[in-house]
């Protein structure tokens, strides 16, 4: 199967996931991160990367209130004379709605989205990006690099989810069951970032700043001597 997952930039704790099919229609990242948008609230910021730069998930958010920042597409092609000027290799570009009608799309759905939307590309830190932040002086070119940066948090989080946790190899056998199996490694991921959390506001220290493997041979060692469990060398 395929997860995509929504996880909060500022503790770490998963928001939402989506599990799909890992071929066929449905179950793409695209799919199934759309399935989660009622999880964002107005006034939030979603960080991805160049997979989803698409039109379409770009006009959902706004409509939504909520503002992106993405990689830009590898496949797009970059002019920075073109459009409004805000600086040095960022600018504001007004994208035309696709002439063609993604498969996943109802014609409904397709007739009501905005014939055109204005993004901000921008080129900075060996990497372009598009975002729905547009003006400079609110965010600066400097504030999105430092964003997006951020993201690599991300890829740790998950990494605890598969290896500090142990999800890499799934021991049910039955598709049915290996899904539950998921949710109770994801379940058990946000209770340890919800212990870290309040560690974190006990030490008035942000959350990222706490380590969860760290916490997680804590609670064992923890766990073990609440039990009686001790080891002798």
Same mark, same amino acid.
């Given at each position: 199967?395929?997860?995509?997952?929504?996880?909060?930039?500022?503790?770490?704790?998963?928001?939402?996931?989506?599990?799909?099919?890992?071929?066929?229609?449905?179950?793409?990242?695209?799919?199934?991160?759309?399935?989660?948008?009622?999880?964002?609230?107005?006034?939030?910021?979603?960080?991805?990367?160049?997979?989803?730069?698409?039109?379409?998930?770009?006009?959902?958010?706004?409509?939504?209130?909520?503002?992106?920042?993405?990689?830009?597409?590898?496949?797009?092609?970059?002019?920075?004379?073109?459009?409004?000027? $805000? +600086?040095?290799?960022?600018?504001?570009?007004?994208? /035309?709605?696709? *002439? %063609? !009608?993604?498969? #996943?799309?109802?014609?409904?759905?397709?007739?009501?989205?905005?014939?055109?939307?204005?993004?901000?590309?921008?080129?900075?830190?060996?990497?372009?990006?598009?975002?729905?932040?547009?003006?400079?002086?609110?965010?600066?070119?400097?504030?999105?690099?430092?964003?997006?940066?951020?993201?690599?948090?991300?890829?740790?989080?998950?990494?605890?989810?598969?290896?500090? $946790? +142990?999800?890499?190899?799934?021991?049910?056998?039955? /598709?049915?069951? *290996? %899904? !539950?199996?998921? #949710?109770?490694?994801?379940?058990?991921?946000?209770?340890?970032?919800?212990?870290?959390?309040?560690?974190?506001?006990?030490?008035?220290?942000?959350?990222?700043?706490?380590?969860?493997?760290?916490?997680?041979?804590?609670?064992?060692?923890?766990?073990?001597?609440?039990?009686?469990?001790?080891?002798?060398?």
């Amino acid at each position: 199967c395929r997860v995509v997952g929504l996880l909060c930039l500022g503790s770490g704790a998963l928001l939402n996931a989506a599990i799909g099919r890992y071929r066929g229609k449905g179950g793409d990242e695209q799919s199934l991160l759309r399935s989660m948008l009622d999880t964002l609230q107005r006034g939030d910021l979603l960080l991805g990367d160049a997979f989803y730069a698409t039109y379409f998930l770009l006009c959902a958010l706004r409509q939504r209130g909520v503002d992106a920042l993405f990689e830009q597409h590898g496949a797009r092609r970059i002019d920075f004379r073109r459009g409004q000027r $805000l +600086g040095p290799r960022d600018h504001l570009i007004v994208l /035309p709605k696709p *002439a %063609i !009608k993604p498969e #996943w799309m109802s014609p409904a759905d397709y007739q009501q989205a905005p014939p055109s939307l204005t993004v901000r590309e921008l080129r900075t830190g060996g990497k372009t990006l598009v975002t729905t932040l547009l003006c400079p002086k609110q965010t600066t070119k400097a504030d999105l690099k430092s964003l997006y940066r951020s993201r690599w948090q991300v890829e740790l989080d998950l990494r605890n989810i598969k290896t500090t $946790l +142990g999800m890499e190899r799934l021991s049910c056998q039955t /598709p049915a069951m *290996a %899904i !539950k199996e998921i #949710w109770v490694y994801l379940l058990a991921y946000n209770l340890i970032r919800l212990m870290m959390a309040q560690a974190a506001l006990h030490a008035h220290r942000p959350p990222r700043q706490l380590s969860f493997k760290h916490t997680v041979q804590i609670w064992i060692a923890w766990t073990q001597h609440a039990n009686g469990v001790y080891h002798e060398d």
